[in-house]
């Protein structure tokens, strides 16, 4: 049989109820809604509150984004109302409950702040929202303490259930009208604004030479094709030093586009052997495209196309690039090998945005 506790009596300062509760309810309206915050980044195909490659992106795309599938800050979303939850009844058995979850809590975000240090990742959002974490510990250890708990007068308790609600839902619904977040170079944005407002903008950086590059042009090109009246695709040529044949292959593949089959030149050079991406192999290539010979010949021999080439590796430079392939689809970046699932995903995106 349970026993009710004692009452706080009418000499209790009437104030130390609502105050109790102010304290218990701050850090975790604090982590809801940094919660709720990451819990829309992580949920939508593009970012809208935090960087698009930022430490929040970093942290996103670790091993420490989620459990069993389910994004962490949909974990977090619901224990920190759990909390809340707790910290607005009455009772003994509340309290307990309300201090067990918060130990959960901060050992979590104790766990998350290591591990974010670990991956040498900082998450403004998701530090936050630890830090909140560990903060509800001695608020809810002190309450747990408390052998007379003052009373919290309805209104006071009503204002903090609907304080848990609105923390939580207020970032969800601004997010799902919020415009994506996008860290896009001055350079970028003026190529795409050079394109009609109904289509999307491709800027590829590339190496004809580079495997990552050549895996990624193949998936790539067919989804392109599918929609070749809705896409403008600028091709930026980055030969890399280390590949022997890669200049070669970049002075055909401006060539084969001042003569007008860029496209159908930058395909033929990605799907020969490397070690056809010759001289003589890029002649080859142009004449099976049906080029006249003595024009491809006169281009690669032109100064001005070396001159071409190192001004799109100064584009490749201004536009932050440290890594091939990089693809701009529209305002968004892709470094490194792409799958046909991930391209198709980004590609069907934009298309829908135009």
Not at 131 to 148: D, E, I, K, M, S
Not at 176 to 205: C, G, H, Q, S, W
Not at 258 to 283: H, I, M, N, R, W
Not at 315 to 322: K, L, N, P, Y
Request: net charge neutral.
């Amino acid at each position: 049989m349970s026993v009710p506790e004692p009452s706080a009596g009418p000499s209790a300062r009437p104030w130390r109820g609502p105050v109790a509760l102010a304290a218990s309810l701050v850090p975790v309206l604090v982590a809801l809604s940094t919660s709720a915050i990451l819990a829309v980044d992580y949920l939508r195909d593009e970012p809208v509150f935090c960087a698009e490659n930022g430490g929040c992106a970093e942290v996103r795309r670790s091993a420490i984004a989620g459990a069993l599938g389910v994004p962490l800050p949909l974990v977090g979303l619901a224990g920190f109302l759990a909390i809340g939850v707790a910290s607005l009844i009455r009772g003994r058995r509340a309290r307990q409950s309300q201090f067990v979850l918060a130990v959960l809590a901060a050992v979590a975000g104790a766990a998350l702040l290591v591990a974010q240090r670990a991956i040498g990742a900082f998450c403004v959002f998701c530090a936050v929202t630890d830090l909140a974490a560990l903060v509800t510990v001695p608020v809810a250890w002190w309450r747990f303490r408390q052998r007379r708990e003052a009373p919290v007068p309805r209104p006071y308790t009503a204002a903090g259930a609907a304080l848990l609600i609105a923390f939580a839902a207020a970032p969800i619904l601004t997010g799902l009208r919020k415009e994506p977040r996008y860290d896009t170079p001055a350079n970028i944005l003026a190529e795409i604004a050079k394109t009609p407002p109904d289509e999307v903008t491709i800027v590829d950086f590339v190496d004809f030479e580079c495997p990552f590059c050549r895996m990624t042009h193949a998936a790539l090109a067919p989804l392109v094709a599918a929609h070749s009246s809705k896409i403008r695709w600028v091709r930026r040529q980055v030969p890399l030093r280390s590949h022997p044949h890669a200049h070669d292959a970049a002075r055909a593949g401006f060539c084969g586009e001042a003569l007008g089959k860029g496209q159908e030149t930058a395909d033929a050079l990605f799907s020969v052997p490397v070690e056809d991406l010759t001289p003589p192999g890029c002649e080859k290539i142009a004449q099976g495209l049906g080029l006249s010979l003595e024009s491809f010949r006169a281009c690669v021999a032109d100064p001005k196309t070396d001159e071409r080439i190192e001004a799109d590796r100064a584009e490749f430079m201004a536009a932050g690039g440290h890594g091939l392939p990089t693809i701009w689809i529209d305002r968004r970046r892709l470094v490194g090998a792409q799958t046909e699932q991930a391209l198709a995903g980004m590609l069907d995106a934009a298309l829908a945005r135009h």
